[in-house]
């Protein structure tokens, strides 16, 4: 696409802002102007990791060739403490590689996004967009409260037709369950070609679930379940009103292969899928790039590992083949 036309167009979003290229630049700057620092200096990333390995090296010859050292450190304090000062060498070549890879993980998004032509928001965008997503998408954060982290807008061709997407990753911010705070939640949203007359959701099925549905549920013959057992048994459907006056509707978005994409989903996946309108938007727990699935390596090269392109495409081409099929069957 010529530079022209890419910076004019403008990109499907799920509350209906307007995206083009140009938005978020100021915030992006910082990040492209590290990504060209190392791009200009690829053996600096390397050279940086070995200085900061120099102490932690020098301390275990050191220690191997003095080892007494080790009890008369514990000597010189109670409770033999002072052996831990012979990790602090080690702790700053951990800080460093845990700083390459955060800003690592930030960079490759803006190398895929360039590549793709696709537009990235980081995590320092100051931007009210998260109010007016979770406002209108309450369910992507009715559990756990969470604020907007970071997002990506863009397009894959899918069958010769161009699927739209917006990707947002959301930080949980205050939980009654501790350790969920700080997690993060990936949505993935994509437009359907027509509007549904029933909104509903899917849970994937889990204990907690199952008890609910057993003990809470007020009327468990309002539950709706389809022909597959596998389905049935993968996830549990959520809607409001009747089941008379929404089950067509949803038995028809849930056609055979709906359902066998989402089974197959759901064996890679803990995900909330939440049909609205015309939007579907898949929520999964955990980050779509993260660093130990991560392929691409500053300290080896700096340039995006196209293993880690076609994860990102893949990914979002398994949920544009399920709202294609979404709509193949409705009226």
């Known amino acids: 696409m010529p530079k022209e036309e890419q910076k004019s167009e403008v990109f499907w979003d799920p509350v209906g802002e307007k995206i083009t290229h140009g938005q978020f630049a100021s915030d992006r700057k910082k990040l492209e102007q590290t990504l060209e620092k190392y791009q200009k200096n690829p053996t600096g990333v390397r050279k940086n990791a ?3 390995s120099v102490p932690a090296v020098a301390t275990i010859v050191w220690i191997v060739l003095n080892p007494s050292i080790i009890a008369t450190l514990a000597e010189l304090t109670k409770d033999g403490d002072g052996v831990f000062l012979l990790f602090l060498p080690f702790v700053l070549i951990a800080l460093y590689i845990g700083y390459i890879f955060r800003v690592q993980r930030q960079l490759v998004k803006i190398l895929v996004a360039k590549t793709q032509g696709w537009v990235f928001a980081p995590s320092d965008h100051q931007y009210k967009r998260g109010g007016y997503i979770t406002k209108k998408y309450p369910e992507i954060s009715q559990y756990d409260p969470a604020i907007l982290h970071e997002e990506f807008w863009g397009s894959i061709l899918y069958k010769r037709k161009k699927i739209n997407f917006w990707i947002g990753a959301f930080i949980v911010i205050s939980t009654k369950q501790w350790r969920n705070r700080g997690c993060i939640n990936t949505v993935f949203a994509l437009p359907l070609d027509k509007k549904l007359s029933s909104n509903f959701q899917l849970e994937p099925e889990g204990i907690k679930l ?3 549905n ?7 013959n309002e539950e709706i379940d389809t022909e597959s057992i596998d389905f049935n048994a ?5 809607y409001n009103g009747r089941k008379i006056d929404n089950q067509i509707e949803i038995v028809k978005v849930l056609s055979p292969s709906v359902q066998t994409r989402l089974i197959n989903l759901s064996r890679k996946w803990k995900c909330t899928i939440i049909f609205r309108e015309d939007v579907v938007l898949f929520s999964l ?3 779509f790039l993260s660093w130990w699935r991560m392929k691409t390596n500053f300290f080896r090269k700096v340039e995006l590992d196209p293993r880690d392109q076609k994860m990102l495409e893949d990914q979002i081409s398994e949920f544009a083949q399920i709202s294609s099929d979404i709509t193949r069957f409705l009226d």
Request: a positive charge.
């Open 234 to 238: 993968s996830y549990t459907v959520f």
């Open 214 to 220: 057993n003990f809470f549920r007020s009327n468990k």
């Open 285 to 287: 727990k955990g980050r």
């Open 50 to 52: 070995l200085i900061f």
């Open 210 to 212: 199952k008890l609910f």
